[in-house]
């Protein structure tokens, strides 16, 4: 029998990503993000709170939680900050990179250190995001240790992580076979930080590029085999897209209660423009588009704690969630009129902020392709 209840523990773990949400990062929201500012002290305090790499097994200290776990707690960040959402999601990339291919002893050593701090998941490069198989990063294996050369850009907790989770080519001549993927601990000799500035949104996000010039580490960091890095990106990828669906659900259900509280004091031919059918049409699409994502979003969280095929579904909750709040972000500045389009009010950031959710992680153009081919394959 189906229920949508949640659980004592996921009320539980709802009222306190909650609280610390509207508490601690709403009212820092907008000083950061004109700061671009990463705040250091709010990851620490979600740390503490057991809201940062919560997918940690518990047989290594963490709180070994389940991805509709996860939609739960994603939602309530994304709905205060989505910057401050991404560099939590960022992290539960590596985590997952971990999971899926680490070995035993891999995972005594790594997870650990990462029950207090950051992952960085490095994929990306300049010349290809959508196309990661053409990446130019280059790892030579020499002994008993890996080398690794070149660059990767747009990297979510690039300089403020404990470890960066690699992946680079060892064969030229295969473009997805000849991947590896490792682990890099972040004071590597050899690792160059460049910060990036100028986002549209996102801004207290850290986003870096990183550079690896001979960065040797050792063979035992590996995940999985030598030929096994692109597969690892992927199945990361098909999880981890279910959390960047529960961020939009909270910037999209934010956008709606902006909307509603602004129309209801917002005055126009002598009454409060809720009263007009054309503003009450937008709140309730924005409410059906809202509901339906978050059904989609906890099928796909749900599949995926039951370890079934995930691909189809996360992409379409990661494409239609962020989609939505696209829209909902829209919708919310157009009733708000003049006033959404200035930062007096928070539904411009909204916006700036959630357009990212359409790009990283697979473009929704990528997603389209991912849920087309499942269909026709």
């Not at 200290?61 to 401050?84: K, N, Q, S």
């Not at 539960?92 to 250190?113: H, M, S, T, Y």
């Not at 280059?138 to 660059?151: M, R, S």
């Not at 989609?296 to 239609?320: H, N, P, V």
Request: one cysteine or more.
């Amino acid at each position: 029998m189906f229920s949508f209840d949640l659980s004592p523990e996921q009320k539980e773990f709802q009222r306190t990503a909650r609280k610390f949400a509207l508490e601690r990062v709403l009212p820092r929201a907008a000083e950061l993000d004109r700061k671009e500012e990463y705040p250091a002290d709010l990851t620490a305090e979600a740390a503490a709170l057991g809201l940062v790499n919560v997918g940690i097994p518990e047989a290594y200290g963490g709180l070994g939680l389940g991805m509709i776990d996860e939609v739960i707690i994603g939602e309530e960040l994304g709905y205060a900050c989505m910057g401050f959402f991404t560099g939590i999601l960022a992290s539960d990339l590596g985590i997952v990179a971990i999971k899926l291919a680490g070995n035993e002893e891999q995972k005594q050593r790594f997870f650990p250190p990462l029950l207090t701090e950051l992952s960085a998941f490095c994929l990306s490069e300049a010349d290809n995001g959508s196309d990661a198989g053409a990446m130019k990063t280059k790892a030579e294996f020499d002994g008993d240790d890996v080398v690794i050369n070149g660059a990767k850009m747009w990297i979510t907790n690039g300089g403020v992580c404990q470890c960066y989770v690699v992946f680079a080519r060892f064969e030229g001549e295969h473009k997805h076979a000849g991947t590896v993927c490792v682990v890099v601990p972040a004071d590597a000799p050899g690792i160059l930080v460049n910060k990036l500035h100028g986002k549209m949104g996102q801004r207290c996000s850290q986003t870096a590029e990183i550079v690896f010039e001979n960065v040797r580490v050792p063979k035992a960091n590996v995940l999985g085999e030598p030929g096994d890095g692109f597969k690892i990106a992927m199945k990361t990828l098909d999880r981890t897209r279910i959390t960047v669906a529960a961020g939009s659900l909270g910037v999209a259900r934010r956008a709606l209660d902006e909307s509603v509280k602004y129309a209801k004091v917002r005055h126009a031919f002598g009454k409060v423009i809720a009263d007009f059918q054309a503003i009450q049409f937008k709140i309730a699409d924005m409410k059906i588009g809202l509901d339906t994502a978050r059904l989609q979003t906890l099928y796909a969280a749900w599949l995926a704690d039951e370890g079934r095929m995930i691909g189809q579904a996360s992409a379409i909750a990661k494409c239609y969630a962020s989609d939505i709040a696209f829209a909902a972000a829209n919708e919310a500045i157009q009733i708000h009129g003049g006033a959404g389009y200035m930062n007096d009010f928070p539904v411009e950031k909204l916006l700036r902020d959630v357009k990212l959710n359409q790009i990283y992680e697979g473009t929704n153009e990528i997603q389209r392709v991912v849920i087309a081919r499942s269909l026709l394959k």
